[in-house]
Structure formats: structure tokens, C-alpha cells
């Protein structure tokens, strides 16, 4: 389900251009060498946080099931008990190509796929692999070579993407903060990686609503683990986060989540910050969340194998709670040892990435980094 045909032939399309170009005595500043945005380190510039509460906190929670937020030790099960029978991934690698000017060009490969696990056998579910490639150049800057470079890829049927964040924008027309923004490369190359992030985010979540509403989840009645946030009120979906950049909890509820032992979590609560007006009407539609500490943290960061849960609004017996989390226990084994990630990894969710990784790897068959 590739959207664009050029990506079997990405190596080759490139260095046709650079050829052609240079040929032609337009200048492309290479970039080939740079190696994906993925390994880089970060620029520094902060364009527009996801979650959309980089300046609220403490964050405004509901409580669930206690006031305050408490420890709760899972109740343990078999792994054969669990009913997580699905599992989510995508899998992403952003490329320096060129530079015209202070601008990048970048190109973004994105690939996502459902795991199915049927007793010991695991098997992606064909309908759900999904692969996309996008170059990211901003529309409104023109030069010469901008505009010769556009066409070209046009003419090759390839997709794509203005980079700048939506604020950028008003009535779709750019404001002078684009402009501002198009001026400062690093700023260029943070928006390419976060809508790169936006890319294979939407992959995930078209992936996610196939599986929900198709005809496969209503036959067995399985969960499906998402590698990541949830986003959407979804039944039987439960969204793992890994990343705890965004820390929902404060102060003495902050020391339980920090203190959770192995084992436990702590109870459940709603994110509700910033709906107002959804909190007033009682129709707020937020996850329901809580955090789970998978293994010992003894003599590591406090953050050492913390995850944070999330499922849909629905979600609030302590019973159903209890259950999720258990399944999510019985997980653990086996470990994913050789992902330093491993901590807070499940084991499905490790195997489904190398097979994402190896199809992003095979389109890039040739690329010097």
C-alpha cells in the first residue's frame, strides 16, 4: 500500500536529480551523508509541543479511583490469560537529501503494521502494512531551484508536505512567522522531523481505526497494544508511552508514581486540561490513564521501566483497570534484551519494529548514511 511509486527507486531518483541538476549549473548542497534525523541530536528549538500543555502545570487531572493518587499492586496471571492479542508499531526514518539556500530538503519514509499473535505464532495482519514516503519542502519559499526542484518531483508523482507547524498558518495563507521560521535552518529541520512524527502518527491512527472497525477485532474479541499514545477513545485499544517527558502527576502524588515498586501501579486518572468547557458540560472525552512500573528500579533513574497506560474514556472499573495491567505484566517475558529500550518494551511490539525496520531498510538500498 506504498503512496508514492518513487520510493523503489528513491537511491537512484536522487542521484538522477543531483546528476541532472548539476548538469544544468543548479546547485543542490548535498546532504546524503548526514544520516536520519532519528540519530541526530536535538536542535534545541521547540516548535509547537504535541500535547499540547508546555505551558500548564501542574496539569489538571481527574482522579478515577482514589484521592489521592495511590499505589495499587496488579493482581498477577498467566501469560496464556492475557487477551492482548494485537499490536500496534510504526516505524519512521528522516532524511537530509539537500539543502538550497538555508533550506532542507528532507525526505521522510514511514511504515506501520498490526501484529497478530495466535498462541506462540505472530504474523502481520496483511490489510493493516502500510508504508508511505514524503518529501518535506516548504511551499511558500521560492527561488529558482526551489521551484525547478518542486517540479521535477511532481512530475514523479511524489507527495509533497509543507513542514511548518500549523500555527504558521492562518486561512491557510503563511504568516510572517513562516517566513521568519523559513529563514532559520535549524528551525527548518525541527518542524521537518516533527511533521515527520506527524506523518507516521496519522499512519498509526488510520491503521488503528481500520483495525477497530473492521470485521477482525468483532471474531475474537482481542485487545490491541499501541506503541504510543492513544489519541482516540477506542475499545479494546490500550496505548503504551513509553516517554515520560510529559509528567502528569505532582508533588506528593509525583513521589508515589516515582516510588511505584515493580509491580504496581498507581490509580487511574483523566488528563482534562484544557477542556473547560467539555469538564462544565460533563462530555469531556479524555483517556483514561495510569502508569506502571514493568521491573525493579533499585539503583536506577527513577524513570527505569515506568510506563504510562492509556485506554479509552470508557475505562474506569478498578476490576477492568486491574485486568488490563495484569496482561500487561504477564508480557515482560521474554525480554527484549539486546533494545536498550528493553526495560519498558514488550516483547511483540520489538519483533513487529525489526520487521518495520528491515521494509523502511530495503527502500533505502543504496543511500550512502
Same mark, same amino acid.
Given at each position: 500500500m506504498a503512496r508514492s511509486s518513487l520510493t523503489a527507486r528513491f537511491t537512484n531518483v536522487v542521484m538522477e536529480i543531483q546528476h541532472d541538476f548539476s548538469a544544468q549549473g543548479v546547485r543542490l548542497a548535498d546532504m546524503r551523508r548526514a544520516g536520519s534525523l532519528e540519530t541526530q541530536r536535538e536542535s534545541g528549538f521547540d516548535l509547537d509541543r504535541a500535547d499540547g500543555a508546555a505551558d500548564e502545570w501542574p496539569l489538571t487531572i481527574e482522579r478515577i479511583e482514589h484521592q489521592p493518587i495511590r499505589a495499587i499492586e496488579i493482581p498477577k496471571v498467566a501469560p496464556g490469560a492475557s487477551r492482548l492479542r494485537y499490536f500496534l508499531d510504526g516505524s519512521q526514518k528522516t532524511l537530509l537529501v539537500w539543502r538550497i539556500g538555508v533550506v532542507p530538503v528532507v525526505s521522510a519514509f514511514a511504515v506501520a503494521a498490526v501484529l497478530a499473535r495466535d498462541g506462540g505464532d505472530c504474523t502481520i495482519v496483511p490489510e493493516t502494512l502500510t508504508f508511505s514516503h514524503t518529501w518535506l519542502i516548504p511551499e511558500h519559499v521560492s527561488s529558482p531551484e526551489l521551484d525547478r526542484l518542486r517540479l521535477r518531483l511532481r512530475d514523479d508523482n511524489a507527495d509533497i508536505? =509543507? $513542514?511548518?507547524?500549523?500555527?504558521?498558518?492562518?486561512d491557510s495563507q503563511p504568516t510572517a512567522e513562516y517566513f521568519a521560521l523559513a529563514g532559520n535552518y535549524g528551525a527548518m529541520v525541527t518542524a521537518a522531523q516533527q511533521k515527520a512524527n506527524e506523518l507516521r502518527s496519522e499512519l498509526e491512527r488510520d491503521i488503528l481505526r481500520q483495525w477497530a472497525y473492521g470485521s477482525r477485532r468483532s471474531q475474537d474479541g482481542g485487545f490491541i497494544v499501541v506503541d504510543g499514545k492513544l489519541r482516540e477513545n477506542i475499545p479494546h485499544a490500550v496505548g503504551l508511552v513509553k516517554s515520560l517527558d510529559m509528567q502528569h502527576l505532582a508533588g506528593s502524588e509525583a513521589e508515589v508514581l516515582f516510588s511505584l515498586p515493580a509491580g504496581y501501579r498507581t490509580s487511574a486518572f483523566r488528563y482534562v486540561g484544557r477542556q473547560t468547557e467539555e469538564r462544565e458540560s460533563g462530555k469531556s472525552d479524555a483517556r483514561t490513564m495510569w502508569y506502571i512500573r514493568l521491573w525493579d528500579a533499585a539503583g536506577m533513574d527513577a524513570r527505569h521501566s515506568l510506563v504510562r497506560i492509556e485506554a479509552a474514556h470508557e475505562v474506569a472499573d478498578p476490576a477492568e483497570i486491574d485486568r488490563?495491567?495484569?496482561?500487561?505484566?504477564?508480557?515482560?517475558?521474554?525480554?527484549?534484551?539486546? =533494545? $536498550?529500550?528493553?526495560?519498558?518494551?514488550?516483547? $511483540?511490539?520489538?519483533f513487529l519494529e525489526e520487521i518495520l525496520k528491515r521494509r523502511i531498510a530495503g527502500e533505502l538500498t543504496g543511500w550512502p548514511s
Open positions: 508536505v =509543507d $513542514p511548518m507547524p500549523v500555527r504558521c498558518f492562518q488490563i495491567s495484569s496482561w500487561l505484566m504477564a508480557e515482560r517475558i521474554p525480554r527484549a534484551t539486546q =533494545d $536498550p529500550r528493553w526495560a519498558t518494551l514488550l516483547y $511483540p511490539i520489538h
